[in-house]
């Protein structure tokens, strides 16, 4: 019964428009398959995935592990798709309180954010500081020489770097 419909959703929609299907363990694999074929897998951009809610186990299905998100498949109709950036403004309280540092040259307030990385990125000496053991810089020497440039690191009293993001880029 789904083949037709996708058919159809298809033929209606723009020449540049998406389709996100929303589907749950049941059918995620066999609707994938109908969707590849309607839209073509060339057309497939993303399989998002939604947790439902805290990762639990369902009471009633204490036997085996519990049915904690559902799937959405993104399909385009061709290459040339609109896309919308999704944004919503954070809350004023929360800019008051995530925003405390101000940098005096720039005339900012901003918070800070750690430049490295737990997974084996860069390993190289930054101003006299390492990262700490199993732990690399998330960037390679030259982004860090523009982000510098950029005004985008800040020091701590120690000397350790940190990406520096502003409150006027909250939007």
Same mark, same amino acid.
């Given at each position: 019964?789904?083949?037709?419909?996708?058919?159809?959703?298809?033929?209606?929609?723009?020449?540049?428009?998406?389709?996100?299907?929303?589907?749950?363990?049941?059918?995620?694999?066999?609707?994938?398959?109908?969707?590849?074929?309607?839209?073509?897998?060339?057309?497939?951009?993303?399989?998002?995935?939604?947790?439902?809610?805290?990762?639990?186990?369902?009471? $009633? =299905?204490?036997?085996?592990?519990?049915?904690?998100?559902?799937?959405? &498949?993104?399909? @385009?109709?061709? #290459?040339? +798709?609109?896309?919308?950036?999704?944004?919503?403004?954070?809350?004023?309280?929360?800019?008051?309180?995530?925003?405390?540092?101000?940098?005096?040259?720039?005339?900012?307030?901003?918070?800070?954010?750690?430049?490295?990385?737990?997974?084996?990125?860069?390993?190289?000496?930054?101003?006299?500081?390492?990262?700490?053991?199993?732990?690399?810089?998330?960037?390679?020497? $030259? =982004?860090?020489?523009?982000?510098?440039?950029?005004?985008?690191?800040? &020091?701590?009293? @120690?000397?350790? #770097?940190? +990406?520096?993001?502003?409150?006027?880029?909250?939007?």
């Amino acid at each position: 019964m789904m083949y037709p419909r996708l058919q159809l959703m298809r033929r209606l929609l723009s020449e540049n428009g998406s389709i996100l299907v929303h589907l749950d363990w049941h059918a995620g694999h066999y609707i994938k398959i109908l969707l590849d074929e309607i839209f073509g897998n060339a057309n497939f951009l993303n399989e998002i995935i939604w947790q439902r809610s805290s990762a639990h186990n369902d009471s $009633k =299905r204490a036997t085996s592990y519990g049915a904690i998100h559902d799937t959405i &498949y993104w399909y @385009t109709k061709n #290459p040339r +798709y609109i896309w919308n950036t999704q944004f919503a403004p954070y809350d004023e309280k929360y800019i008051l309180k995530a925003y405390q540092k101000f940098d005096p040259k720039i005339g900012k307030k901003f918070k800070t954010s750690d430049l490295t990385a737990n997974n084996p990125g860069y390993s190289y000496e930054w101003k006299g500081v390492k990262p700490s053991t199993g732990r690399y810089w998330a960037y390679s020497e $030259k =982004r860090m020489e523009e982000l510098e440039k950029n005004n985008r690191i800040y &020091y701590s009293k @120690t000397g350790f #770097p940190y +990406y520096m993001t502003f409150g006027s880029e909250t939007g």
